[in-house]
């Protein structure tokens, strides 16, 4: 609780106590010194404590150094180092609410005590070697631990650090071979080595530097001539005796250059020489050393990535690659994918001179007018004319990016056990992989994703049954392969051009002709067949073939999923390039027959795009075509049949307490979800009739729907899931019949319409406040608004009338609001819409509009997005009309006071930083109507306020507003503050 209390409170704890409380945390850790181990989280809490008081009081410069004075002794060291570590680990570990100013400053005040703290871990480690320290083991972890946090702060001092204290690294790596030392020397030599090279510590790497990559011919590690013997990698100078030049602490730029030289010398050395260590590791099926050791050789080869580019022939470089490749290699998915990092940062150059052929081709085509979008992605096969450097690279044959496809595949395989784990299991494991398919996406760019597709197709190959459909029993390593190549070829980018359709024509046969039948398998394979069929434009028996693939998962609780999500991509994006109306009638059939036979079996979220599926089938057939065409209408039929029978033995319960179970209206939610769901899909769908006339079909069927709708809407109307789900089959029925440029639906149902937005009134006036009446009202004014009949605006006002009234006797203060978002939200955005489709009704209203205007200022400080927005919508809307209506303006002038106090009341901290931002448009909004009026209530709202701002004061931020240049300025003072 203290230590909370110091992280985020510390402001309410007056400076002038903020040294009695350091004394008396400082106290209590030296009294818990002594305690038992069963006091160690008290210590280590109480060293938190301490840590973060220190970092927050930016004008305390000097007490880390008092408190390497006062504890430095051997009975108090286990705390100081405690206490050292903390203070670095914490500045990031805790979200500390400080400003990024102080934040700095702390920083600041860190960076310049780590060559204090450095020489005490230095003199530390000297005392553990000499054992004049007990415990030196225990000692030793510490120290490693407390080395590691600081190196994050040594870049200021980093000259120093290998002149005069390099034995630290050599200590870190000595401590290597000690299991218990283990994890802190690799943290340890990992910071070293960032801070060495600059190597980059993140996946996501800017491309800005790729130039540098490219051009940089340093070589960091050439030998001097004293080192010569490359096979002995212990034989060079050892950098822990210091030289004439180096204890001379002459700082020119050339001893700096030499000395950087020597230490990166030392650490390649040293860092290939671990190879026996992971080989023996590899052996042992150590997989946390492994991993550990493989941070430490992808760290050296990104922080040396340009000069491996560069040192042909050189036999370290070739060491270290071969390395990496190795590591490449392992087994364990953690270890093989953390090499991607090396490889993301490899690709870079070449990514970088892909690009620019790509925008030459371009370039040229477009000179020659063979038009600019000729190419339209990066991934495609134009010419690149690589420099002389990266044949050895790009070569399609022997080059080395094209050999890292099978080692990513390794990278990409799942664990043995993959399918025996729970779902929260399953998704870290699949989270581990997640960096392949970004360097698959760089090698499609540097050799194009024909080339790699072609690749991924030869290794598929082998677990291809060869055309006789036999199914062999396959080792589960070879299984989780199989869905590695998949895994792969699903990473590559579905937006290239068409030209490498017949590879994947080729992969797609594959698919079909797999040896195994095991799920991870077949998972993959949807997953492919989903994600790649948009590109195609494939033959009948190719599109039957897939569709029997995805049809046989549907059976299965592992496959169902990706089975129904694969149908449903195939008939949004294959089926629409089917040139034959009959093959797409022949499958709407076919999956007719599967819903209406499978469809009990399905998890609901797949029975719904199961729907979706078939009636996006249903929408392509557009009343022209052969006598195959379907009836689209008896199809729906068909597809509603199961769930109005569902509805026709939920509505009939006699018993009204039936109703309120809990199990009956989850039935009912599920059966007017997938309704709905049939309607959501189903855009304006006709009949052709002999008579040559058009009929609405979801309309028509809207309205034989609508008795058991009606029902639901009555006695429902407290459910706001139901109400939901059964409202937004009107909202469909309303957006899809005008979807064609007219108002069909309301010209031919006009007395049905007006029965539809009466209920909706009643509803929500009389019965309950469901949002979801509100925008089914909003639906009406945005559809319908535009007609010129004046019957239907009369009604629409009366409704947006009624619908005020209620809504305001409910929102009477800002509790109602906080508890009524959904309300809120549907409310203004409904006033807004009206204000702008119609808006002279209501600004002739002076006592709605006042009323409503007023009101709103209980909204302005929501803590719910989409209610803020429309409260300030609201705002900004009438004040379009404060300029030309009098009436308007003397609401402004009336209640101008109170909205900047509640504006700025939000704004100085009370209400969220993104909504901050809202209130501070609507505040410069509000300035730039009335400069005069808003300056004066500005002034006298910031005196209200309460707020001990610092940087800017109340007086400053004041400033800054009322003399910016324009809206942005003014913004910006207002976050600032």
């Not at 230590?3 to 040294?19: A, F, G, W, Y």
């Not at 994050?152 to 650090?161: G, K, L, P, S, T």
């Not at 620019?356 to 040229?364: G, I, L, N, T, V």
């Not at 392949?436 to 598929?460: G, K």
């Amino acid at each position: 609780m203290l230590r909370s209390k110091i992280q985020r409170n510390l402001h309410e704890v007056p400076r002038d106590h903020h040294d009695g409380l350091y004394s008396m945390l400082m106290k209590a850790l030296t009294m818990f010194n002594d305690k038992s181990a069963e006091y160690e989280n008290v210590r280590t809490q109480l060293s938190i404590a301490v840590a973060l008081l220190v970092i927050q009081r930016t004008d305390w410069t000097q007490h880390v150094r008092l408190i390497i004075d006062a504890l430095a002794q051997t009975q108090t060291l286990d705390i100081l180092l405690n206490l050292l570590t903390r203070l670095p680990e914490e500045l990031y570990t805790f979200n500390i609410p400080v400003s990024p100013k102080i934040r700095d400053h702390a920083r600041t005040n860190l960076r310049a005590h780590s060559a204090y703290v450095l020489k005490l871990l230095h003199d530390l480690f000297r005392a553990v070697q000499s054992n004049s320290l007990s415990e030196n083991m225990n000692v030793k972890l510490k120290v490693l631990k407390c080395f590691a946090a600081w190196l994050d702060f040594m870049d200021d001092h980093f000259y120093e650090y290998i002149t005069n204290y390099t034995i630290l690294t050599k200590l870190c790596f000595d401590a290597l071979q000690n299991d218990a030392l283990f994890k802190d020397a690799c943290a340890c030599i990992s910071q070293i080595l960032r801070l060495n090279g600059n190597a980059p510590s993140k996946f996501e790497d800017d491309d800005d530097d790729d130039d540098d990559v490219v051009h940089s011919h340093v070589d960091p590690t050439k030998p001097s001539a004293n080192n010569t013997n490359d096979d002995d990698v212990h034989s060079h100078v050892d950098p822990t005796k210091p030289s004439a030049n180096n204890t001379n602490n002459n700082n020119s730029s050339n001893e700096c250059e030499a000395a950087t030289r020597q230490h990166s010398q030392f650490l390649l050395h040293n860092i290939i020489a671990l190879k026996p260590m992971y080989d023996t590791a590899v052996k042992n099926n150590d997989s946390h050393k492994c991993y550990g050791l493989t941070r430490l050789f992808v760290h050296t080869a990104e922080t040396n990535v340009a000069w491996m580019l560069n040192a042909t022939g050189n036999k370290e470089a070739a060491q270290l690659i071969n390395i990496v490749l190795d590591c490449a290699k392992h087994d364990d998915a953690e270890t093989a994918c953390y090499v991607c990092y090396f490889w993301s940062r490899l690709l870079a150059p070449f990514k970088t001179l892909s690009k620019e052929f790509h925008r030459q081709h371009c370039y040229a085509s477009s000179s020659r007018g063979n038009g600019g979008g000729a190419l339209a992605t990066i991934w495609d096969g134009y010419p690149r004319p690589w420099p002389s450097w990266c044949k050895p690279y790009v070569s399609e044959q022997q080059g080395l990016i094209a050999a890292l496809l099978p080692i990513l595949v390794n990278a990409a395989k799942l664990p043995h056990e993959y399918e025996e784990m729970d779902r929260d299991e399953q998704e870290e494991t699949d989270d581990v992989r997640w960096q392949v398919p970004e360097n698959i996406a760089d090698i499609c760019c540097v050799l194009s994703a024909d080339m790699v597709l072609r690749t991924l197709s030869r290794l598929l190959a082998a677990y291809c049954s060869g055309g006789d459909g036999s199914v062999k029993q396959l080792s589960i390593a070879k299984v989780y392969e199989c869905e590695a190549i998949l895994f792969c070829i699903e990473s590559t980018p579905s937006d290239a051009l068409p030209e490498y359709q017949a590879v994947l024509h080729t992969i797609f046969a594959q698919i079909c002709q797999l040896s195994t039948r095991h799920c991870a398998v077949r998972r993959a394979a949807m997953r492919v067949i989903a994600y790649h069929c948009a590109v195609l434009n494939g033959t009948e028996a190719m599109f039957g073939n897939l569709c029997t693939y995805v049809l046989s998962g549907l059976g299965e609780t592992a496959l169902q999923t990706e089975s129904v999500r694969a149908l449903l991509d195939m008939c949004h994006k294959f089926v629409r390039s089917l040139s034959s109306t009959q093959t797409a009638t022949q499958l709407t059939q076919l999956l007719l027959r599967v819903y209406e036979e499978k469809s009990v079996a399905l998890r609901a979220k797949d029975e719904l795009m199961l729907l979706e599926a078939v009636t996006v089938l249903l929408d392509r057939d557009d009343g022209h075509g052969d006598d195959a065409r379907l009836d689209i209408g008896e199809c729906v039929q068909r597809l509603l049949l199961k769930h109005r029978r569902v509805l026709h033995a939920l509505l009939t319960v006699a018993d009204a307490s039936q109703r309120q179970q809990t199990q009956h209206r989850d039935a009912l939610y599920h059966a007017m979800n997938c309704v709905s769901c049939v309607f959501k899909h189903l855009v304006v769908v006709r009949h052709a009739h002999d008579d040559d006339d058009t009929a609405d079909v979801s309309g028509a069927l809207l309205r034989e729907l609508w008795p058991e709708l009606r029902f639901i809407l009555l006695h429902y109307s407290e459910h706001e899931g139901i109400m939901e789900k059964t409202t937004r089959v009107i909202k469909h029925v309303m957006r899809n019949s005008c979807s064609d440029g007219g108002s069909n639906w309301f010209a031919q149902q006009r007395e049905f319409a007006m029965e539809v937005l009466q209920l909706m009134t009643d509803l929500y006036c009389e019965r309950c406040p469901q949002s979801s009446f509100l925008y089914i009202v909003w639906t009406f004014v945005d559809e319908c608004m535009h007609s010129q009949q004046q019957e239907q605006q009369q009604m629409l006002m009366t409704s947006l009338v009624r619908i005020a009234r209620c809504t305001l006797q409910a929102l009477d203060s800002e509790e109602s609001f906080r508890e009524r978002p959904y309300i809120v939200e549907d409310f203004y955005e409904l006033f807004v819409l009206f204000l702008r489709k119609s808006p002279q009704p209501l600004l002739a209203d002076d006592a709605l509009m006042q009323r409503v205007f007023e009101r709103a200022m209980d909204g302005l400080n929501l803590d719910h997005k989409s209610a803020h927005n429309a409260v300030c919508n609201f705002y900004r809307e009438v004040l379009y009309f404060a300029d030309t209506h009098q009436n308007v303006a003397r609401l402004f002038e009336s209640f101008s006071a109170a909205l900047v106090y509640k504006m700025l009341y939000g704004i100085a901290g009370n209400v969220k930083y993104e909504r901050a931002q809202t209130l501070a448009d609507c505040l410069s909004k509000l300035y730039k109507f009335d400069r005069k009026l808003i300056q004066e209530c500005m002034r006298n709202a910031v005196q209200r306020i309460n707020i001990a701002s610092l940087d800017p004061n109340p007086a400053e931020f004041l400033e800054f507003f009322l003399s910016a240049d324009g809206k942005h300025q003014r913004i910006n003072a207002c976050l600032d503050w």
